[in-house]
């Protein structure tokens, strides 16, 4: 039986060894391994295209926020469209329907936008949003029509596919992340700006602190363990990595062997748990082998790595 390969996605969205007007910059966008981190293959413009996070649809179709807008690859990132206008710019996340590759969402400055058929036309759905800017959204696994979205003002949900939306915890709390555990629906868990770890056990319904141990509270990042659903990790703003081995009752700091403890994004190897991956803002990538307990760099020198995602 031949052993999975994963296919993992890092978009880079600059580099501080970029010059203006110089001819040697360092190439930044998508990259794409699938070798577990051994080599990256550059997929995209050799432009410098600003890209902050990539996802893949069940039908091979390859999307990048970015910060031009959202640019769509129907053949393995070969060549790619801009499928925006000059209405959907600063694009931080964008979400594929798992069940419907045509269905897509884009978190942004200006707030959410879905395209229910393929890229060629956008609609704005920020009804009941008091600020447009979103950080995140999540597809709820059980029933696409429910989303989660990350705001400056907490944590927000729609249950009619974003035709409205409507604030279900954390007020007044800056969400900077949303993660649904991919080994339980019902688990949700929200990355703040100073505040730390918000758990929900019930569908988001309820949220509670999850910061015992966790000294640094900028949580950007957050990825969790299909293979052992009580191990947990958050990338954090000053703390590098910590973990949880116990559903995030308890943090310990998981960040020896990184040279930047700014770590924007975080990946499990979805064949292999041991294996991560730390995006660091003006660090580069890091990979542990390990399951966090050392680091190495990997690659992306004085890059910033800003979204990692893998199917």
Not at 59 to 66: F, L, T, V, Y
Not at 269 to 275: D, I, N
């Amino acid at each position: 039986m031949q052993a999975r390969q994963d296919t993992v996605y890092m978009s880079v969205l600059n580099s501080r060894k970029h010059r203006l007007g110089a001819l040697d910059n360092p190439t930044v966008g998508l990259f794409i391994s699938t070798d577990a981190g051994a080599t990256w293959q550059h997929k995209g413009w050799t432009g410098y295209i600003r890209t902050f996070y990539t996802e893949a649809g069940i039908d091979g179709s390859i999307w990048s926020a970015c910060g031009n807008g959202v640019l769509r690859s129907s053949d393995g990132g070969s060549t790619w469209r801009i499928t925006t206008g000059w209405n959907i710019t600063e694009v931080l996340k964008i979400k594929v329907n798992p069940n419907n590759p045509a269905i897509a969402y884009a978190a942004s400055a200006y707030g959410v936008f879905r395209t229910k058929d393929g890229g060629e036309t956008w609609q704005e759905n920020n009804k009941g949003f008091p600020k447009p800017f979103v950080a995140d959204v999540v597809i709820d696994r059980g029933n696409v029509s429910r989303l989660f979205a990350a705001t400056e003002e907490g944590v927000y949900l729609s249950i009619n596919a974003g035709d409205r939306w409507r604030r279900i915890g954390l007020e007044g709390k800056g969400v900077r992340t949303i993660v649904q555990h991919p080994a339980d629906r019902t688990f949700f868990l929200a990355g703040t700006e100073d505040d730390g770890v918000f758990v929900s056990h019930d569908g988001g319904r309820q949220w509670k602190p999850s910061n015992d141990g966790l000294a640094h509270r900028t949580v950007y990042a957050i990825a969790c363990d299909r293979e052992n659903p009580a191990i947990l990790y958050v990338g954090t703003h000053g703390g590098g990595v910590y973990q949880s081995s116990d559903g995030g009752k308890r943090w310990q700091q998981r960040s020896e062997g990184l040279s930047n403890l700014v770590v924007h994004s975080l990946l499990i190897l979805p064949s292999k748990s041991s294996v991560l991956f730390a995006g660091t803002l003006n660090g580069g990538l890091f990979r542990s082998t390990d399951s966090g307990q050392h680091w190495s760099f990997n690659s992306q020198e004085e890059a910033q790595v800003w979204g990692l995602w893998a199917r």
